[in-house]
């Protein structure tokens, strides 16, 4: 059972988009364009922009790979939280500083689709929160499977956004949309 959720704000979540996580990512500019829009957005409308930042054994906190591409910077007042797996609501602060905000409706946006972005978003609706994944706004590589097989990271992007779009939840509102486009409000509260 979800966790009924108190407030009724949004928070814009950008996760990951980090130099050595998205070099080589699908759609790179486009979608780092959209995540930049999106912020521009939140920010204009009050918005909570929250960053969050991956490490681990193989992307080391400080080097040059862990750093924010130059395209995307936080500003100094924006929330930042360090993760070392998937999810970014796994062994971090996210939940309290979701909660000290008031956020009940999570705006999603970053990468890796198959990987972070997936895992957030199922932590996001497994506790009871409202999600929007800005479909135009995540992105992932091709995975290549030990077989010789290659899932496209344009399946992935496209795979998730339907799953998101279709999921059913109790109580809670799941949907995809573009960044020029998102309501910025919770849903029913906008």
């Not at 950008?14 to 999106?38: C, F, H, T």
Request: hydrophobic share 45%; glycine share 6%; aromatic share 6%.
């Amino acid at each position: 059972m979800a966790t009924v959720r108190s407030g009724n704000q949004a928070a814009l979540l950008v996760v990951d988009v980090q130099v050595g996580i998205v070099a080589s990512a699908w759609n790179r500019e486009k979608v780092i364009g959209n995540i930049d829009l999106a912020v521009s957005r939140a920010r204009e409308a009050g918005v909570p922009v929250i960053w969050v930042q991956h490490h681990d054994d193989e992307l080391q906190q400080g080097s040059d790979a862990w750093r924010w591409v130059e395209e995307l910077q936080p500003r100094s007042d924006e929330p930042l939280i360090h993760k070392r797996y998937n999810s970014a609501f796994e062994q971090t602060g996210l939940e309290a500083e979701l909660a000290r905000r008031g956020v009940t409706h999570i705006v999603l946006a970053g990468a890796m689709t198959n990987w972070c972005i997936r895992s957030t978003a199922h932590g996001a609706l497994d506790r009871g929160y409202d999600l929007t994944l800005l479909k135009d706004a995540h992105t992932t590589e091709d995975l290549r499977l030990s077989e010789g097989r290659v899932i496209s990271a344009r399946d992935m992007v496209t795979e998730l956004n339907a799953a998101i779009r279709w999921l059913a939840y109790p109580d809670r509102v799941n949907t995809v949309a573009h960044a020029a486009d998102v309501e910025l409000g919770a849903p029913g509260h906008v």
